[in-house]
């Protein structure tokens, strides 16, 4: 019995030997295995400290204004960043209440709290445990891409998973070496996608509930907060009531957490998640939305012109790189310009509809080459449209591309196409279509190999197929969204594709530009009427400025000639023939006024520019004897009269013509020479960025405006004083402000345009259509004074109203010099003319008393005559 029980011992002490070996094996294999795979893993696809260091996120560049308030933002990913400093109490509160109440208290893993999950999850069975991941866990996690489970076994999924969890604490445990608590937290909040367009708290913030992340309440950020678990699912946009259970378990936990009241939590719950603010960002909402979109361009120029790169020498990219752009614009400025042009367009696009009711203006009083114009650029704006080069790009991406192995750059727009078909079929030649401009001679070679080869046919017939699925698709009518000028939004109507491209053409469109004069900063910018619809910017583009251009003849003859101001010339045609003086012209130049006809009266210059008679103008500039002095007052006030347009014309012509407004220019280029009277005669060149910052906020690029002297003070001032005349008497706008100005229509009543000057603004406004035939029909209806005059008068209006602009309306223009009230005295330059002529005419003895009685008498008549039928 004894040796039985011995027997016993002693095999349950061999076994417990073996145990404890097994056991020590199995220590050390496991001490082998997790070092070998920490040391994997560690080697492996985990984020290098220096990848930890310098964290790489596509960062949005935030535009701003003058004051400091941001309003739009270049991106791939919205993602604006955000320093702790800044961060909203809110969020913090809820970010550490409900996903990591112990963050300050572990060194990136809880192993409490992991060992809570553990237990109540896997050994109870409770569900509601809590998550085990920290705040540096989940960092972890968006710094490096999950693997895909799909199609795994449970024991390959299993494996996986540990070596995912492993990486996490691996990197968790490197992030908070390299990082601070409070730099964790930031990364965190700003990589994290909160999806519709979202990244980072900031965007998301402003996605959701339109406001910074700095002002959300706590219900706000705590919704945001309850997204981090799962965005898709607790989206309050898709899914409110999921959203708001959610919300509500992030508030109890801050209720636990000391930071909200358990009355306050009460009244929360029971709140709806409100998403009256949601919207996706897009580049046509918001303020500017033209002008940020020709900022971006100018950026990439001026970074490609200035040399300006980063540190490394890479280039900046303002979609990715997160600058801050600090630009001019007056945000207050901006809101009135919008308004003003918005109303006014308003009005005048209701008379167009009425003044072209069953009349064509593709047709309307063209000749047959007219038509062919017309239509052929109208049929290019249809081609240009979305719908087009989707059908396009169905029909003839394939083949074009194969075409394309071989002819790498070859152009084959429709234009070309057509003519290579026309050209194989005899009924033109490569000669006519290279002179007529439709192909180009660079690649003729090319050209005329395609025509020849077999992907050729295929080319055509797959263009014929186009063209019939075109007529097909374009002339039938469909529900559409179209522009409604009356609402400033969308409408749907039910139109052919054609005839909407043929509607969207015929909406007049405005540009307006307010520049500071004495530093040249753009207060407010508006390039069109609506941005979603019509993208092209018209405060860059080039129209004739019709007798906007008419005070810089007048300051050349009064500066340069030293004619008085008080000078009279007669109102009659005037020619300039070939041969005369300095002009360059080939055939007589013999223009009319406004109205078509002349009076005979006799005009000073201010009466001539108020009326804005052209024959007053063109007998300024024949005593000048050259366009070349205007030319030079025009380059002295920033135009730069060497630029040619891209057919080798000069955009200021060395022509007659130009001192009637026959030129191109932009409205940026024409305010900017306005801020000369405004400015005592020295151009300030008009900018609209201050500084741009990179996203450490170093400086890389400051603005400064060029100044450059233009016109003496003296006859500065007397610009000023005519330009006044201008808007004074019958014409007065009701401002406080010291006001001139000066309008200009163009031929056809095309262009309509005021500029307008006062000590601290300059303001121009342009009124027509993208294509000149989109117009008024009358000078009633299409000039200045009526098209683009009331725009500046109301935004003027409203500025001086708008307490948030406090616009100084008691400045004055600069004192003029000695000597202004002498040269400016009519009735004295008068007087000392008529006892000229007398001395003259006791001379001669042949006085005749009554002529300039009835020349004044003539005069008044037909004032109210002109005030209707001239361009003011």
Request: proline residues 3%; glycine residues 6%.
């Amino acid at each position: 019995m004894t040796d039985e029980i011995e027997n016993k011992r002693k095999k349950r002490h061999r076994i417990f030997k073996w145990l404890v070996y097994l056991l020590w094996i199995g220590i050390i294999a496991g001490t082998i295995f997790c070092f070998v795979l920490f040391n994997k893993l560690s080697n492996g696809d985990l984020p290098s400290f220096e990848q930890l260091e310098n964290p790489q996120y596509d960062l949005a560049s935030v535009i701003y204004d003058i004051n400091g308030e941001s309003f739009g933002k270049y991106y791939v990913e919205n993602r604006e960043p955000i320093r702790f400093e800044s961060l909203s109490p809110n969020v913090l509160n809820a970010l550490i209440a409900t996903e990591d109440e112990r963050f300050y208290n572990h060194s990136g893993i809880d192993l409490e709290a992991l060992g809570r999950v553990i237990t109540k999850t896997l050994l109870l069975n409770k569900g509601e445990s809590g998550g085990g991941s920290t705040i540096t866990q989940q960092l972890a996690k968006l710094l490096f891409d999950r693997p895909n489970l799909s199609g795994m076994g449970s024991v390959k999924r299993a494996i996986k998973l540990v070596e995912v969890k492993l990486k996490e604490w691996i990197t968790a445990a490197r992030l908070e070496k390299s990082y601070t608590k409070d730099e964790i937290i930031t990364m965190y909040l700003n990589k994290f996608e909160f999806i519709n367009g979202a990244h980072g708290i900031q965007a998301a913030a402003e996605t959701y509930f339109g406001k910074r992340q700095k002002d959300l309440n706590v219900q706000e950020a705590a919704t945001l907060v309850g997204m981090l678990k799962n965005p898709s699912l607790y989206n309050p946009r898709r899914f409110p009531e999921k959203s708001k259970d959610r919300r509500n378990i992030v508030l109890s936990q801050m209720t636990k957490a000391d930071h909200l009241s358990q009355e306050a939590y009460d009244t929360l719950k029971l709140k709806e998640v409100n998403m009256d603010n949601f919207t996706r960002s897009t580049q046509s909402e918001g303020p500017a939305p033209y002008f940020r979109s020709e900022l971006t361009k100018w950026i990439r120029d001026l970074f490609n012109e200035k040399g300006i790169v980063k540190p490394d020498g890479s280039k900046y990219n303002v979609y990715t790189d997160g600058l801050k752009i600090y630009t001019t614009i007056d945000l207050n400025y901006q809101k009135q310009a919008e308004k003003a042009v918005k109303e006014h367009m308003r009005w005048n696009q209701k008379r167009y509809w009425n003044v072209w009711r069953g009349k064509n203006p593709w047709t309307f009083e063209a000749d047959d080459i007219q038509k062919e114009i017309r239509l052929d650029i109208l049929e290019r704006r249809v081609k240009a449209s979305e719908r087009y080069l989707n059908l396009r790009e169905r029909f003839l991406k394939e083949t074009i591309e194969k075409i394309r192995q071989k002819y790498v750059d070859l152009p084959l727009s429709d234009n070309v196409i057509k003519s290579l078909m026309n050209i194989k079929e005899g009924r033109t030649s490569f000669r006519s279509e290279i002179d007529n401009g439709k192909i180009s001679k660079k690649y003729r070679k090319d050209y005329e190999e395609l025509i020849k080869i077999k992907g050729w046919d295929t080319l055509e017939d797959k263009f014929n197929q186009l063209q019939s699925k075109y007529n097909e698709v374009f002339n039938k009518k469909t529900n559409m969204l179209v522009y409604d000028y009356q609402t400033d939004s969308e409408k749907e109507v039910e139109m052919s594709p054609y005839d909407s491209v043929k509607f969207h053409n015929q909406h007049l469109q405005s540009g307006m530009l307010a520049v500071d004069p004495n530093n040249g900063h753009i207060k407010a910018w508006v390039g069109g009427i609506n941005h979603k619809y019509f993208k092209y910017d018209h405060v860059n583009s080039r129209r004739q400025v019709g007798s906007t251009i008419k005070p810089f003849v007048y300051a050349t003859a009064i500066s340069l000639q030293g004619i008085s101001p008080c000078q009279q010339y007669e109102d009659i045609q005037y020619t300039i023939a070939p041969g005369d003086a300095n002009f360059d012209i080939e055939t007589e130049w013999s223009p009319a006024n406004a109205n078509e006809s002349f009076t005979g009266n006799m005009y000073n210059l201010y009466q001539g520019l108020l009326y804005s008679k052209n024959s007053i103008t063109v007998r300024l500039v024949k005593e000048m004897g050259s366009v070349s002095v205007i030319r030079e007052l025009l380059s002295n006030a920033g135009i730069d009269t060497k630029m040619r347009h891209p057919n080798g014309q000069l955009v200021v012509p060395r022509l007659p013509s130009i001192c009637l407004g026959a030129l191109d220019l932009t409205l940026k280029e024409i305010t900017g020479a306005y801020t000369v009277f405004a400015n005592n005669g020295t151009y300030t060149e008009p900018i609209f960025l201050d500084r741009i910052e990179d996203k450490n906020g170093k400086v890389i690029y400051k603005g400064l405006a060029n100044r450059n002297a233009a016109i003496n003070p003296l006859y500065n001032s007397v610009m000023v004083d005519m330009l006044m005349n201008n808007v004074s008497g019958g014409f007065k706008f009701g401002l406080k402000s010291k006001t001139g100005g000066k309008t200009g229509t163009t031929n056809d009543y095309s262009d309509g345009w005021f500029m307008g000057i006062t000590p601290n603004l300059v303001v121009g406004t342009w009124v027509g259509g993208d294509d000149k035939w989109i117009r008024f029909l009358t000078l009633d209806d299409g000039q200045g004074y009526v098209m683009a005059r009331p725009i500046f008068e109301n935004f003027m209006k409203a500025v001086e109203k708008d307490p948030n602009i406090n616009f100084n309306t008691k400045v004055e223009f600069k004192a003029p010099p000695a000597g202004f009230n002498d040269f400016v005295d009519c009735a004295k330059y008068k007087q000392k003319g008529i006892q000229d002529e007398q001395a003259e005419i006791l001379k001669s003895k042949t006085f005749n008393d009554e002529f300039e009685e009835e020349l004044d008498e003539e005069f008044d008549e037909e004032f109210e005559d002109e005030m209707e039928e001239e361009d003011f």
